[in-house]
């Protein structure tokens, strides 16, 4: 797979998105036909009259007037405010102290405008069953139209979607919905987005999760208390549906401490009904998805400089995913964090579990870090924890870091106890396996994984690894691809020594119908210029300059 520029990808993708981004069709209302501006809409948009088309069409100034977004609830209405080009929602709209149960639209606004929430965003009624609440299982949606932006002024903001409840919001290729800070929407030179402007995105399912036990799911009363603003997940139904989340760009979330943190998005125990596609995240605080049980799917994913993990899973998840790109560069820990659940399966305080131990199916992803030392970590690929397990194929793992913590692959576990347990006993058991992948790093493995001792002291993990297919190449032959060079090509790459080294990709769609079959190992073919894919990787990246 010969290393080729991405960057040429990038321009011509650039240029096709600038050629072609007027949007989507956005609906315009004048408010009256008089010659003079109606001031009964607060902080109008005017549009005057230049004698070449604008105005209202007896030759006046015109007010635009915003579909901003309203709904009822118990007879009373709410509708958010005109502010300029934005619409602006005060707390008594919405809040962290209001759970909102009534469907709305948040429609796209011409001229950059944006929807800007000075309070949480939660759709949808919070039921702890075991206190005597049920579940509305028809709850509201929150509907986002394509190109809408959509900001928050403060740290502790953020979107929940509770039981029940459904998020639509679908964009399109180059004109995507996008969740950001107000520093970016309002800012200047002196007023700069960071992460932790706001607290992201987070969906609470009814899928299950190893937190509960299998009664407590089946009876309906699994109350998992999800992190940031209590609220609960967890159920008896691997296919529920949530919504939809496609083409979405969320910037600048994340917040909290370690264990009750936000990540930019949070999938609670979210089904397989629900569709996670086309996602970029970028500089968020914490993680930039963290899966909590549950069989979602996501797919088309894109993760740059997030402060810890570019995709993290716990609790049971079993859901796949595909095409997958984290670039650790600038920040960021792994680009993969997994952990199974706590309980060893095979002891009775495992076995009563909802669901087993996370364990999911992952082709053509890659890796792509400098090693340097973040907020939250070296950047590094992956780390495998407690009882988790994988089935990774065709995984691209590029890393120049040298020090303990940058290494392509951590199986971390103390091993205490007789015998291997957790993902020690699942790698010598085949339960953890990499497929026709590649580690392309300066540092392959963490010490701890190369000098066991004891029951594992005949473990060798470089041996364990290149069985199936897989290459360990070194890194000098990649010294290039750090920030542009990210595609590879049929199979074919030039190791550490200039040999060239073939690789051939796993084939899944026989088995799973999720999986698209390609040629190539990692996220991205040198080949595929012309596909929505190659476009979406292309438009991240360019954001992130």
Same mark, same amino acid.
């Given at each position: 797979?010969?290393?080729?520029?991405?960057?040429?990808?990038?321009?011509?993708?650039?240029?096709?998105?600038?050629?072609?981004?007027?949007?989507?069709?956005?609906?315009?209302?004048?408010?009256?036909?008089?010659?003079?501006?109606?001031?009964?809409?607060?902080?109008?948009? $005017?549009?005057?009259?230049?004698?070449? %088309? *604008?105005?209202?069409? /007896? +030759?006046?100034?015109?007010? #635009? &007037?915003?579909?901003?977004?309203?709904?009822?609830?118990?007879?009373?209405?709410?509708?958010?405010?005109?502010?300029?080009?934005?619409?602006?929602?005060?707390?008594?709209?919405?809040?962290?102290?209001?759970?909102?149960?009534?469907?709305?639209?948040?429609?796209?606004?011409?001229?950059?405008?944006?929807?800007?929430?000075?309070?949480?965003?939660?759709?949808?009624?919070?039921?702890?069953?075991?206190?005597?609440?049920?579940?509305?299982?028809?709850?509201?949606?929150?509907?986002?139209?394509?190109?809408?932006?959509?900001?928050?002024?403060?740290?502790?903001?953020?979107?929940?979607?509770?039981?029940?409840?459904?998020?639509?919001?679908?964009?399109?290729?180059?004109?995507?919905?996008?969740?950001?800070?107000?520093?970016?929407?309002?800012?200047?030179?002196?007023? $700069?987005?960071?992460?932790?402007?706001? %607290? *992201?995105?987070?969906? /609470? +399912?009814?899928?299950?999760? #190893? &937190?509960?036990?299998?009664?407590?799911?089946?009876?309906?009363?699994?109350?998992?208390?999800?992190?940031?603003?209590?609220?609960?997940?967890?159920?008896?139904?691997?296919?529920?549906?949530?919504?939809?989340?496609?083409?979405?760009?969320?910037?600048?979330?994340?917040?909290?401490?370690?264990?009750?943190?936000?990540?930019?998005?949070?999938?609670?125990?979210?089904?397989?009904?629900?569709?996670?596609?086309?996602?970029?995240?970028?500089?968020?605080?914490?993680?930039?998805?963290?899966?909590?049980?549950?069989?979602?799917?996501?797919?088309?994913?894109?993760?740059?400089?997030?402060?810890?993990?570019?995709?993290?899973?716990?609790?049971?998840?079993?859901?796949?995913?595909?095409?997958?790109?984290?670039?650790?560069?600038?920040?960021?820990?792994?680009?993969?964090?997994?952990?199974?659940?706590?309980?060893?399966?095979?002891?009775?305080?495992?076995?009563?579990?909802?669901?087993?131990?996370?364990?999911?199916?992952?082709?053509?992803?890659?890796?792509?870090?400098?090693?340097?030392?973040?907020?939250?970590?070296?950047?590094?690929?992956?780390?495998?924890?407690?009882?988790?397990?994988?089935?990774?194929?065709?995984?691209?793992?590029?890393?120049?870091?040298?020090?303990?913590?940058?290494?392509?692959?951590?199986?971390?576990?103390?091993?205490?106890?007789?015998?291997?347990?957790?993902?020690?006993?699942?790698?010598?058991?085949?339960?953890?396996?990499?497929?026709?992948?590649?580690?392309?790093?300066?540092?392959?493995?963490?010490?701890?994984?190369?000098?066991?001792?004891?029951?594992?002291?005949?473990?060798?993990?470089?041996?364990?690894?290149?069985?199936?297919?897989?290459?360990?190449?070194?890194?000098?032959?990649?010294?290039?691809?750090?920030?542009?060079?990210?595609?590879?090509?049929?199979?074919?790459?030039?190791?550490?020594?200039?040999?060239?080294?073939?690789?051939?990709?796993?084939?899944?769609?026989?088995?799973?119908?999720?999986?698209?079959?390609?040629?190539?190992?990692?996220?991205?073919?040198?080949?595929?210029?012309?596909?929505?894919?190659?476009?979406?990787?292309?438009?991240?990246?360019?954001?992130?300059?």
């Amino acid at each position: 797979m010969n290393l080729s520029g991405l960057f040429k990808v990038s321009l011509i993708s650039s240029a096709l998105v600038l050629a072609g981004c007027g949007g989507g069709d956005i609906n315009i209302t004048p408010t009256n036909n008089d010659n003079h501006v109606d001031n009964s809409v607060e902080n109008p948009v $005017v549009v005057p009259d230049t004698g070449n %088309g *604008g105005g209202d069409d /007896n +030759g006046g100034d015109k007010v #635009v &007037e915003l579909p901003c977004a309203s709904y009822t609830m118990d007879g009373t209405p709410f509708k958010g405010d005109q502010d300029g080009i934005h619409c602006k929602y005060s707390q008594a709209f919405a809040s962290n102290a209001k759970s909102i149960s009534s469907s709305f639209l948040l429609e796209a606004l011409p001229d950059g405008g944006a929807h800007i929430f000075e309070g949480a965003l939660f759709i949808g009624d919070d039921v702890d069953t075991s206190k005597g609440g049920s579940i509305d299982l028809d709850g509201p949606t929150l509907t986002i139209e394509a190109g809408a932006t959509i900001a928050f002024t403060k740290a502790e903001n953020f979107v929940r979607i509770g039981r029940g409840s459904k998020i639509h919001a679908v964009g399109e290729l180059g004109n995507p919905i996008t969740f950001t800070s107000i520093k970016e929407v309002d800012g200047d030179a002196e007023t $700069v987005p960071a992460m932790q402007d706001w %607290g *992201g995105i987070q969906i /609470n +399912g009814l899928a299950t999760t #190893v &937190e509960c036990t299998k009664t407590e799911a089946e009876s309906g009363m699994c109350n998992v208390a999800a992190e940031g603003v209590v609220s609960y997940y967890g159920g008896n139904n691997d296919a529920d549906n949530s919504g939809s989340l496609e083409h979405v760009v969320v910037k600048y979330a994340g917040n909290g401490v370690e264990g009750d943190e936000l990540n930019s998005i949070t999938l609670n125990a979210v089904g397989s009904g629900t569709k996670v596609e086309y996602i970029h995240i970028h500089q968020g605080y914490d993680d930039g998805i963290e899966l909590f049980g549950g069989q979602v799917n996501i797919k088309h994913i894109v993760v740059t400089d997030t402060a810890d993990d570019g995709i993290d899973w716990d609790t049971g998840w079993k859901g796949n995913g595909q095409f997958i790109l984290v670039q650790t560069l600038n920040q960021g820990n792994h680009g993969f964090e997994t952990d199974g659940g706590k309980k060893d399966p095979t002891t009775d305080a495992g076995a009563d579990r909802a669901t087993t131990v996370s364990n999911p199916t992952i082709a053509n992803a890659t890796v792509v870090s400098n090693g340097i030392k973040g907020p939250r970590g070296h950047g590094a690929g992956m780390e495998m924890k407690e009882w988790g397990k994988a089935q990774l194929h065709n995984m691209l793992f590029v890393s120049q870091g040298t020090e303990d913590g940058a290494a392509c692959f951590d199986l971390y576990d103390k091993n205490e106890g007789s015998g291997p347990v957790g993902v020690h006993a699942n790698a010598i058991a085949g339960d953890i396996k990499f497929h026709n992948s590649i580690f392309a790093c300066a540092n392959n493995f963490e010490p701890e994984n190369i000098t066991l001792d004891g029951d594992l002291a005949g473990f060798d993990i470089a041996q364990w690894f290149t069985n199936d297919g897989n290459q360990l190449v070194g890194f000098s032959a990649f010294e290039n691809v750090l920030g542009a060079d990210l595609a590879t090509t049929n199979g074919t790459i030039k190791d550490k020594d200039g040999n060239n080294v073939s690789v051939e990709s796993s084939k899944l769609s026989d088995e799973n119908s999720f999986f698209t079959d390609v040629t190539y190992v990692g996220a991205l073919g040198e080949d595929e210029t012309d596909s929505n894919w190659a476009k979406f990787v292309a438009q991240s990246i360019a954001r992130t300059k």
